[in-house]
């Protein structure tokens, strides 16, 4: 398992540099540069500022420099937005932000998802059922710029129990992450429901069953574990871009997050922060795809990693 | 003879689906006494596993309908048991085993959990005593090395091995009946012959009646004291075991037993009962084995009496109501 954990991690490092050239050079690509503002600077201070951020030399010899400041020194760079803070600042700012919605985001949908699932699968083809999965498809189709606005409208415009935007105190926490849940909420629901449902006419129950035990006693015993896995697969990826931020719901919110500043930077085409960001994320992806992965195996015994 | 330990009368069984009603079993009446081995035999869809699974109250509802009959076990009708009650007897008093030792434990627990519940909650064992009777069980069923084994996974076991688990299982509480349902079908047949042997050397050391679903004559015919033989939903003859293979009355049963193989004889082609198994959602009005009988004749469109044709053994055919009346 160790030897396991230990080559994955080692396998992400070539992946981690792949994904940062593509960025890097995907953002170069896109037209304009970092300190081109309405308000024009003189073309001598321009030149002074591209000469100070090495964006004077030559595309490739720009793209070796940075590399060799990440590989060696694990230095993402300046900003070139925020010209006094280094895209180590900028991460370490948004990052905490993001992680605590993300994160309260993740587990609102968890426990509210299984337990709608469970309950849905528990009564296949009842009303409960068939209005728990309704409003799960709603769910699913309803965007998070419309929800956003609307969960305002009523809970913080009408009703006055939330505030409606910014950061602050744990009060200002409770919109943004209802509104990013709700997708995730809807999905966790439906993969319960079908995993548990599934488990639920195999063998295994019945015999459970045909041994007496008391239903309850088989769901949580013989069955919930074997339905789990369905969520956790999907759970890997889900959590990696929740708490890698999130743009339009921290943009709606003004969440100083890292999805914020992710698009602030690409508007400013700071290409650094850019590809901090991306680099970010990917990390976050690569780790929590790990560790579905090692859930798994406690899960599951037939399965094990040599 | 005193009361049997199991009567089964008039069980109805239905599925309701798309296609309409679909009469699993229709009217199936036995009885078994304790100790005995009854062999239920038919092709796959005559009913034979949801009698087996009326009888512990385990049809998925819906879409299936346990409609109307009585199961008489030990003098209560399981049928009027209040799910508790009936939690109660199953794993306790009737236990049961599945075909496909494969899918049939759960892949995700430990063999030591899987038996030691069953005690725990049947007979009050604490953890310490459970496991020490689940280990016994594991030896009696013959799994080597069972102290050590017993805290593998079902994937770390081979499927004979998993079906000797099973029987374990299922007679850790001492049941006074087992219901085998196709134990042995997806096993290779060398672990066949021994898992058989098993079930059979239990049976006679604790004194368990059995039920022994198949659809294999050869398996009966070694095991069994009485067979019934089912087809459409309904027993079209059951006997004693040497009355069947010796004078087989219906004519379903003579096709199963002319389509067995002979060792000792050498055939050019095995016969085969000709036409294929019927739609159980559209079943004639008379017997419904009449479009596949050699025999078939005009009272056929009827539904056929059940006579007796010997010393309890009773045929559900006219061909056997004319025969009788011409004695």
Redesign the interface.
Known sequence: MLKFVLRRLLLAIPVLLVVVTISFFLVRLAPGGPFMEERAYPPAVIEKLNAKYGLDKPLHEQYFNYMQRVILHLDLGPSTRYLDRTVGDVIAQGLPNSMLLGGTAYLTALVLGMAAGIIAALRQ?SGVDYGAMAVAVLGVSIPNFVLGPLLVIVLSLTLYWLPPARWGDLSHLILPALTLSALYTAYIARLTRSGLVEVL????I?????????ES?VLL??AL??SLLPVVSYSGPALAFLLGGTIVVEKLFLIPGLGNFFIEAANARDSFIVVGVTLVVATLLIVLNLVVDIVYAL????IAYK | MGTPLLSVRNLQTSFFTREGEVRSVDDVSFDLEAGQTLGIVGESGSGKSVTSLSIMRLIPTPPGRIKGGQVLFGGQDLLKLSDRQMRAIRGKRIAMIFQDPMSSLNPFLRIARQLTEISELHLGLDRRAARRRAIEMLELVGIPDAARRIDDYPHQFSGGMRQRVMIAMALSCDPQLLIADEPTTALDVTIQAQILELIKDLRERLGTAVILITHDLGVVAGMADRVAVMYAGKIVESAPTDSLFARPAHPYTQGLLRSMPDPLQEVAELYQIPGLPPDMTRLPPGCAFAPRCPHAAEPCSQPPETVAVGAAHRSACWLNVRSETRA
């Open positions: 083809n006419r195999s063998d295994y019945r015999t459970a069953r045909a041994k007496g035990l008391r006693v015993r013989h574990r074997g899960i599951d015994p037939r």
